[in-house]
């Protein structure tokens, strides 16, 4: 028997759920926070396409990308959220099946901690996770780093970017198919006044 206790050991169920739950009240927030902007970005595409002035539409568009930025970053957390919640309910999974060995008696916690190569191997599992989640941490102040040094102040403010560029287009084509439609619509009201006027 081991002198010294694992910490496996102290490690409660209920603590283990406990975590699942707070992380599943967060990515519940976020999924709540991306419908939102979804649906404000429905609205904004709305508009953008019925207005006039082209102003306006440039403002929407830009909205509606710093939006989608948004919603990009909550979906990335939410992602990352998910996966931490596949392993702790896979640790949880894990002291449900230690706690039903144990009472059954068929095997002890102990036993499982005898076993060098599968302690080791979940050790370098956990391990490789924290590496692996700190990377993206750094990559992306990398990244960001990159980006803000080639950063143009006027451009990337007052400027159309190609997300912008594309909205835009959108815009314009439903303003060309209204203009369509009410031309459309007064040749059919002509057609029909004539067709009244010469009734005999």
Not at 64 to 76: A, F, M
Not at 108 to 130: I, P, R, V
Request: net charge negative; aromatic share 8%.
């Amino acid at each position: 028997m081991w002198p010294f206790k694992s910490k496996y050991e102290k490690l409660k169920r209920d603590d283990v759920v406990n975590a699942i739950c707070a992380l599943q009240k967060q990515e519940d927030e976020l999924e709540a926070g991306i419908a939102a902007r979804a649906k404000e970005i429905d609205k904004l595409l709305a508009k953008g396409r019925k207005e006039k002035n082209r102003d306006l539409k440039l403002f929407y568009a830009k909205k509606i990308t710093d939006l989608r930025e948004e919603n990009q970053t909550d979906v990335q957390r939410g992602m990352y959220l998910l996966y931490n919640m596949k392993l702790l309910k896979k640790l949880k999974n894990t002291i449900d099946d230690n706690n039903f060995y144990v009472k059954t008696g068929n095997a002890s916690l102990g036993n499982l901690l005898s076993d060098q190569k599968g302690l080791a191997a979940f050790l370098n599992k956990a391990l490789n996770t924290k590496v692996k989640s700190e990377q993206v941490l750094t990559d992306a102040d990398d990244t960001w780093r990159e980006v803000q040094s080639g950063y143009t102040v006027n451009e990337r403010i007052y400027g159309v970017n190609d997300n912008d560029d594309e909205l835009l287009a959108i815009f314009e084509t439903q303003d060309q198919l209204d203009d369509e439609l009410d031309i459309s619509e007064e040749k059919e009201e002509t057609k029909d006044t004539d067709a009244d006027g010469t009734r005999e």
